[in-house]
């Protein structure tokens, strides 16, 4: 079963959510937080994305860098953006 959620759009330059990856993802009961980013300027920007853990230290995984052209979007579970984590069940904030 797949369920989805919608929030309002904020803008700004820095913003901290909490994220939470547990169990395989395609399999019955697993949860994978999606974010979805978009680009509203009519110049390119880079996006970072830092993990950290839930007391606010580092999650021992690099930042991840992207550039969104303008009025561009993009929209994953998280750890696609972090193709490195091979955790099962862990909270962070990203």
Do not use: C
């Not at 839930?54 to 021992?60: E, R, T």
Request: net charge negative.
């Amino acid at each position: 079963m797949d369920s989805q959620a919608g929030v309002p759009s904020i803008s700004g330059t820095a913003f901290r959510m909490y994220v939470e990856s547990s169990g395989t993802g395609g399999q019955p009961g697993n949860i994978q937080t999606g974010l979805a980013v978009s680009n509203t300027s009519s110049a390119a920007a880079t996006v970072t994305f830092d993990l950290t853990q839930m007391d606010g230290s580092p999650a021992g995984l690099p930042p991840v860098s992207m550039t969104l052209q303008p009025f561009g979007q993009t929209a994953k579970f998280w750890a696609n953006y972090f193709q490195a984590f091979q955790v099962r069940s862990k909270e962070y904030f990203a």
